[in-house]
């Protein structure tokens, strides 16, 4: 196996150790040392998080910029651009009524292959991602396979949820069940309609079709960590994703936009996840509740 710094073939000769640089042993010259170092950082740094430095650095390439901070793959015909548009700008207003104002800047970069979305994108499946950095940047990055107003809603719910709490708290502070339930209040893909009343009750009706005995049910403790949301087979996944649906829209059904609202500034000020069920009694006074069986299952009742 040649070595990283090994150059040409054995000549017969004893050859020199790497530490002999110009007839000093053991020893190398300051610039060297700290070329080295930069090159053992980039490698650590990089390979886990080589998408990320692909998305820093999208601007630099051949994507174009039909609009500020959107980038177009060279691989997507320029006559797809205006329909690419299109679709983000109907997923901004979704984003903007739903949260009463669309706080995200994330740069949206659109792939031309399920290849190209990988190099974006550390799961090289999928229609859309979102990214977010610990120095604040944010990135969409979407697949032209599979792009609709859907997915882009769901992304940029994401990220407004990014937008408003920081890294570390979007990370570290509220469980993946209530992000992904979030978005998909947005994203008409299993439930069509924006009324808070028939979201809840359809999804409330796609979760015990894909539960009825001996069906597995998913608690909200189970779907908490992003491993627990997406460690398992697609059938665990989509019921992952119907279980934080029918709680969220549940939560959004009683405390409305209003409540959403004081969600995230008791988040922003420190309090942690917990205020959400605090929230929720508060509204419990004034909004009629129907019952809930997901949350029953975390109380350790018999569902309905």
């Not at 999208?58 to 910029?65: A, K, T, Y």
């Not at 990988?118 to 697949?143: D, H, Q």
């Not at 996840?273 to 975390?298: A, C, S």
Request: charge should be positive.
């Amino acid at each position: 196996m040649q070595g990283f710094f090994s150059k040409g073939e054995y000549s017969g000769t004893k050859p020199k150790t790497f530490l002999q640089v110009r007839g000093k042993p053991n020893t190398l010259p300051l610039k060297t040392v700290f070329l080295l170092l930069a090159i053992a950082t980039a490698v650590v740094f990089c390979l886990p998080y080589r998408h990320l430095f692909f998305c820093e650095t999208v601007q630099f390439g051949q994507f174009s910029e039909p609009a500020e901070n959107i980038f177009i793959s060279p691989g997507i015909a320029r006559k797809e651009h205006a329909k690419i548009l299109r679709m983000l700008e109907t997923a901004e207003n979704r984003v903007n009524a739903f949260w009463g104002e669309k706080k995200g800047r994330a740069t949206v970069i659109v792939c031309a292959t399920p290849a190209e979305y990988g190099r974006y994108c550390p799961n090289k499946e999928g229609a859309g991602c979102s990214l977010g950095t610990f120095y604040g940047n944010s990135f969409i990055v979407l697949n032209l396979y599979g792009i609709n107003p859907d997915v882009i809603s769901h992304e940029m719910c994401h990220n407004e949820v990014f937008s408003r709490l920081g890294w570390r708290k979007t990370t570290f502070a509220i469980p993946q069940w209530f992000n992904e339930g979030l978005a998909m209040m947005l994203d008409y893909r299993f439930v069509n309609t924006p009324n808070s009343a028939a979201r809840y009750e359809r999804y409330l009706k796609e979760w015990r079709l894909r539960t009825v005995p001996p069906a597995k049910k998913l608690r909200l403790a189970e779907i908490s960590t992003l491993n627990g949301f997406f460690g398992g087979d697609a059938r665990h996944v989509t019921l992952a994703y119907l279980t934080a649906a029918t709680e969220v829209s549940h939560w959004l059904l009683l405390v409305g936009q209003k409540g959403l609202i004081q969600w995230t500034e008791a988040i922003q000020r420190g309090d942690r996840f917990e205020v959400y069920y605090e929230i929720e009694n508060l509204h419990r006074k004034i909004t009629p509740h129907p019952g809930n069986p997901v949350r029953r299952l975390d109380q350790a009742q018999p569902s309905e």
